[in-house]
């Protein structure tokens, strides 16, 4: 497995004009991010497509709603165009561009059990380097508990927004994957209220609210033809790849109790006084 670090959060920041900025969605790797992405298009774009003609039926997630570090280094314009304006990136807060974090765009942060987080992970790269057998799993497993992963470690990662949740609460919104699996009627109209476009008493009566979350659920995305055989259109990666099994605790099945509490013990220690507990 590839552990680097990504090469744009090394590189020097460049300026994002910030009347594109509108809301942004970072998290860490396999996280809840094609989750996400979809339940925020859905949402955004509800009053524009009937619920047959939504582009989630024919595009990726990562399609409707790009990764800031693919496209803009491509077409640094582009984000003067996103309709609607949703972004989203791996990026850690601390290597935001200044003008990200100066424009006062929402940000919405999903995090992840790192156990399930890295399992996911590990999958992942399995299935875009399939010509490359890579790092064992105990050997990937090690390093990831020593903090070498993509971006950055995952405890910095997801402290880094974390605390920013904590300093500006009605610029950052932070979402639980498992707790969005348990009630995603219920944070999906929290999410909807956060980005500007809530739900009005007449939608929820009318049951828009669970047509989305039908829409984007694992189970339907998972199965529409564009998520089995289609491509990204910026880079040649399956989109099959982001599809597994979506599943919580499903690292049960991977990691041993040893590694298991290792872990476990290494986010005890990194989260200490930061007031969030899985």
């Known amino acids: 497995m590839n552990t680097s670090n990504c090469k ?3 590189e020097e920041e460049e300026e994002v004009p910030p009347q594109t900025l509108r809301t942004a969605e970072p998290s860490f790797p396999k996280s809840g991010t094609t989750w996400l ?3 925020s298009f859905a949402t955004a774009t509800r009053t524009r497509f009937h619920n047959s003609e939504n582009p989630l039926l ?29 972004w989203s990136t791996h990026i850690p807060y601390s290597s935001l561009p200044k003008s990200i974090i100066d424009s006062g765009c929402k ?10 987080a890295f399992v996911s992970l590990w999958h992942f790269r399995k299935r875009i380097e399939s010509h490359n057998p890579g790092i064992i799993f105990e050997e990937a497993f090690e390093m990831f508990c020593k903090g070498s992963s993509f971006y950055a470690p995952y405890w910095e ?38 980005i500007g476009h809530p739900f009005s008493l007449q939608e929820e009566n ?18 529409l033809e564009v998520n089995k055989s ?14 597994r099994k979506g599943k919580v605790g499903d690292w049960k099945n991977y990691l041993t109790s040893e590694m298991a509490e290792r872990l476990d013990k290494i986010i005890e220690e990194k989260f200490a006084g930061s007031g969030f507990k899985f």
């Open 8 to 10: 744009n959060c090394e």
């Open 37 to 39: 992405k979809a339940l």
């Open 58 to 86: 024919t595009k990726s997630p990562h399609d409707c709603i790009p990764f800031l570090e693919v496209y803009f280094n491509k077409n640094p314009t582009m984000l003067e165009s996103l309709d609607p304006p949703l």
């Open 107 to 116: 940000i919405v942060y999903i995090c992840r059990d790192p156990k399930d």
């Open 157 to 194: 990662h997801f402290l880094g927004y974390w605390k920013a949740s904590l300093e500006f609460p009605d610029r950052v919104l932070f979402l639980k994957y498992e707790e969005m699996m348990e009630d995603t009627a219920l944070y999906l109209k929290r999410l909807a209220e956060f």
């Open 206 to 223: 009318e049951g828009v609210v669970q047509n989305i979350v039908d829409l984007c659920s694992f189970e339907n995305l998972s199965n």
């Open 230 to 243: 289609g491509k990204r259109d910026c880079i040649v990666v399956n989109n099959n790849a982001f599809f």
